[in-house]
């Protein structure tokens, strides 16, 4: 079998193209030491630290994840290769965390041993059951290298850590149909408990380039019946990865339980679209008695919908963290450098910080911030309030580490100002941003901020907002990344980009931007829109990396308050 192309959430994407110390290309294979593995240590080889990220998660080498929380302990679960250098033997790697940030790594938790799956141990997701009991379903491959629905219960529910799991012989719970397209059946998500005492999840799948979320239901977690009908589906958008189906209240910033049904809640789902390698949601009702979820009609409901992030994010996961009542979002950012930049680098893919998600005010879109505990990791504060940025303008953000920052800045609007007509045929906010780069003078914006940017910035990542007039209410662009990343030429250095639903009858737009050395996570608009860039500068290194304030809009803008800190790194792995 050839992977021509990831197939897993999340952690199985890290691994492609690896290529093992030896130059040796990497291939699909498995090894058969591994399939009775005990134990193995994550171990670090041939790690170029330079632009490893400081407080972003990332194992020795590579991963993937199902998060949860149980007795105290937040347990992330990942794809992990532990040889750490050629494609194969994917492992349900494991870490555990009371702050989210902070990680400590187990050993692995599932990994290939029976029929079921011999051939692979692909994502999946953990539930907690009444009695304060997990479980993980995940996908197998097994003999016939068939994805196959497995069930993995902790063998002793008195350790908190769930070190060791155990898979009953009555595995696998789920197989496709003879009808199905074995090749395209994965990614169980966490279960749901209805009314009428049935559990029930979405597995992805495709039948043609018909994109399906299947609906199965059981009694008992054991005996699984697939409805007649899928939950929903989506013509020409092919295969469904990792879907995610939750509730999200109408009231306020609160998580709820995924079971949470009621008259104050709508629903998410979200799907990772193997097309186009981007994370879509839609918001919507769900409708138990029928079994099927409809999106409203506003949520576009294919690829040119809502994206909880406009950059380098795919395969994403939400769990209910019934510790502080919040939804939380962990997405996967693969790197996008060189093939050679990744053998060089011995290490690939990192997690975006965990995000709380909660629905608007509207209804419309969810919003996404930082977990407070990033909090922790800020040191060096400064603070700066009223600073003018005319046309042209470029300051220089001192006192942190600009390669490792949080920086949270917020722009004052004057009174009056002129703006860039909207064409409406603008409807790409990507191509947009590749159009209307930092370096293309507008009316009210560009302004932001220069990341990870070099002494006389020849390299820059630029985050920056511009705002165009319409008939109605002016359309914001937000963008980041872009060409001048770095000097690299021959990398992957797109210009994302995302509209943002602000509201500027205040006079103020708000960003917040994560630095870590080879990644910007961007908040616009407190949230509403967010991008995350994967980016290899050169010259903006370490110490050699500098951030400013930029203005290259006519209209002057000002900076109400910046408040800035340095991050420190903090236990990863
Ligand atoms: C089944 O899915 C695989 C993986 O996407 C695809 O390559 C194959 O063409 C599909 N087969 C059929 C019969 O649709
Ligand atoms: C991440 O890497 C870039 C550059 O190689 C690709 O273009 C993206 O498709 C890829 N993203 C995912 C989710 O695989
Ligand atoms: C591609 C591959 O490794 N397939 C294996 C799947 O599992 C069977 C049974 O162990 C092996 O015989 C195949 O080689």
Not at 22 to 30: F, L, R, T, Y
Not at 144 to 165: G, S, Y
Not at 195 to 200: L, P
């Amino acid at each position: 079998m050839e992977i021509s192309k990831p197939l897993l959430c999340l952690v199985l994407f890290l691994c492609l193209n690896f290529i093992d110390n030896n130059g040796v290309e990497a291939s699909h294979i498995i090894s058969p030491e591994y399939q009775t593995l005990k134990t193995t240590t994550l171990k670090t080889t041939n790690v170029d630290q330079k632009l490893r990220t400081g407080y972003h998660f990332q194992p020795p080498s590579h991963w993937i994840n199902a998060p949860m929380y149980y007795k105290g302990f937040y347990h992330l679960f990942y794809q992990y290769n532990p040889y750490g250098s050629i494609w194969g033997n994917i492992v349900w790697a494991h870490s555990y965390s009371t702050d989210l940030i902070n990680w400590i790594p187990l050993e692995p938790a599932i990994f290939p041993s029976k029929p079921f799956d011999i051939n692979g141990t692909w994502s999946g997701s953990a539930t907690i059951l009444p009695g304060n009991k997990p479980v993980i379903l995940y996908t197998g491959l097994d003999t016939k290298f068939r994805q196959v629905q497995n069930i993995a219960f902790p063998k002793n529910l008195f350790d908190p850590l769930l070190r060791e799991w155990i898979k009953p012989d009555y595995n696998p719970v789920i197989d496709p149909t003879k009808t199905m397209n074995a090749s395209a059946f994965r990614d169980p998500t966490t279960a749901w408990y209805g009314k009428d005492g049935h559990w029930r999840i979405l597995i992805g799948h495709k039948r043609d380039t018909r994109g399906i979320a299947e609906l199965y239901k059981s009694r008992d977690f054991k005996t699984w019946t697939r409805s007649k009908h899928p939950l929903h589906s989506g013509a020409n958008t092919g295969m469904w990865e990792c879907p995610d189906f939750f509730p999200v209240s109408l009231k306020g910033k609160n998580g709820l339980d995924t079971s949470v049904m009621g008259n104050n809640i709508k629903h998410v789902l979200k799907v990772s679209l193997d097309l186009t390698r981007f994370d879509y949601y839609t918001v919507g009702h769900y409708f138990p008695q029928k079994d099927r979820y409809i999106p409203d009609p506003m949520s576009v409901d294919n690829s040119k919908g809502l994206r909880f992030d406009y950059g380098n994010f795919y395969a994403s996961k939400t769990f209910f963290d019934y510790k502080k009542s919040r939804r939380i979002l962990l997405g996967w950012a693969n790197e996008s450098d060189t093939q050679m930049d990744d053998i060089k680098k011995g290490w690939a893919g990192i997690q975006t910080i965990p995000r709380m998600l909660w629905l608007d005010t509207d209804g419309k879109q969810v919003v996404q911030w930082p977990i407070e505990e990033l909090k922790t990791l800020r040191e060096h504060p400064i603070y700066l309030s009223n600073v003018p940025l005319a046309e042209g303008a470029k300051v220089e953000i001192q006192g942190i580490t600009s390669a490792q920052a949080d920086v949270e800045v917020t722009f004052e609007l004057p009174k009056s100002y002129d703006m860039e007509p909207f064409d409406p045929t603008w409807v790409d906010a990507e191509q947009l941003c590749g159009k209307k780069d930092a370096s293309v003078k507008g009316a009210l914006g560009p302004f932001g901020l220069l990341a990870l940017a070099s002494e006389n910035t020849q390299e820059y990542t630029a985050i920056f907002f511009r705002v165009f007039k319409t008939a109605k209410k002016p359309v914001v662009l937000m963008c980041s990344g872009g060409k001048r990343s770095s000097l690299k030429t021959d990398l992957y250095k797109p210009s994302y980009g995302g509209f943002v639903d602000a509201d500027l009858s205040s006079g103020t737009i708000s960003l917040r931007s994560l630095i870590d050395n080879s990644v910007v996570e961007s908040f616009g608009a407190g949230g509403k829109t967010v991008i995350t860039s994967r980016v290899y500068p050169t010259l903006a290194m370490g110490s050699k990396a500098h951030l400013y304030l930029f203005n290259n809009g006519e209209v002057p803008v000002t900076v109400k308050k910046l408040d800035a800190w340095s991050m420190r790194k903090p236990r990863l792995n």
